[in-house]
């Protein structure tokens, strides 16, 4: 009998990054990777959770299984969003990946306050990006069992 080889999952994320070429970057690292998954972008936060609560226009939207979530946002920002997130009995079990460049441990704390379930620091370069997002996908889609 040969051995067997894991089939690769399609899973759906959303990143919420006011930077349109920040979220771009994340679909070419997923891609890099050899990674089917399908990233939905919102560029603000009450985007975000108009996207989540299938809001028009987003009435069709697919539940996201992990929520990739800017800190430094204008309007609305990361860490109001979470909050959100996390208070809404239909989105809370959603994990969500604070995914930001800020250099203060302060606002990470903050995003813990607020339950968010990982803070990471943007890499200012390609190779530390994809090992990030390699990281990211081998614990959330390979080794926790997601609600």
């Known amino acids: 009998m040969g051995a067997v080889t894991p089939t690769r999952v399609c899973h759906d994320l959303l990143i919420v990054d006011d ?3 920040q979220a771009h970057l994340f ?3 997923l891609e890099d990777l050899g ?3 399908r990233c939905f972008h919102a560029s603000g936060g009450l985007e975000a959770l108009d996207f989540l609560r299938r809001n028009p226009p987003f009435q069709n939207a697919p ?3 992990i929520i990739i979530l800017d800190l430094n946002m ?3 920002d990361g860490c109001a969003v979470l909050r959100e997130i996390k208070r809404d009995p239909n989105l809370r079990r959603i994990p969500v990946i604070m995914f930001s460049s800020t250099i203060s441990d302060q606002d990470f704390a903050r995003c813990y306050q607020e339950s ?3 803070c990471i620091r943007k890499p200012n ?3 530390t990006n994809l090992e990030v997002v390699r990281e990211i996908e081998r614990f ?3 080794t926790v069992n997601l609600p």
Request: glycine share 8%.
């Open 19 to 21: 930077d349109a070429a």
């Open 27 to 29: 679909e070419i690292l």
């Open 35 to 37: 990674l089917g998954h």
């Open 63 to 65: 539940r996201p299984e």
């Open 74 to 76: 204008p309007g609305m």
């Open 116 to 118: 968010a379930n990982a």
């Open 125 to 127: 370069d390609y190779e």
């Open 140 to 142: 959330w889609f390979q």
